[in-house]
């Protein structure tokens, strides 16, 4: 494990499952907000500054960020990131101005820690729809700055 004053980098090569992976990590922290950045993503320069802004209401449990997908060097890749990402972006954008919720894409997003302490992660392959589904139901928001 790398230590700084800023960040811890724990590696776990054990295959636990991502689910198992971050509740480990999670204990080595008390940091109010958590970021998650998947490894085949990446995000604008200051997607940090930027989202920590938006935690403006109490009820703000998680901000969602641009995030773009590390391939752009061929049209398939070119495709992912205006399909998925450039759209869902138009759809994020348009949802928040309307004060509605929208959903974690897995990447590129900060939550509240005790709003992970208080829902958990799902064994199943889409816990980031699950931890969504969790946070809309119980009254909190999900709001995108990017």
């Not at 689910?19 to 950045?37: Q, R």
């Not at 949802?95 to 894409?105: D, G, R, Y």
């Not at 980031?128 to 119980?138: A, V």
């Amino acid at each position: 494990m790398f230590i700084n004053n800023n960040f811890k980098l724990l590696v776990q090569e054990e295959e636990k499952g991502k689910s198992k992976k971050l509740k480990d990590a999670l204990k080595l922290t008390e940091a109010e907000l958590i970021a998650f950045l998947d490894a085949d993503h990446r995000a604008l320069p200051d997607w940090l500054s930027l989202s920590v802004k938006c935690f403006s209401r109490p009820e703000i449990a998680a901000v969602q960020s641009r995030r773009f997908s590390l391939g752009s060097e061929n049209p398939v890749a070119v495709w992912d990131t205006a399909e998925n990402h450039l759209a869902q972006e138009v759809i994020n954008k348009s949802f928040t101005a309307l004060n509605l919720n929208i959903f974690l894409t897995g990447t590129t997003f900060l939550i509240r820690k005790e709003i992970i302490d208080k829902f958990g992660f799902s064994q199943c392959v889409t816990e980031d729809t699950y931890l969504s589904y969790q946070i809309i139901t119980n009254e909190y928001k999900i709001v995108y700055c990017g």
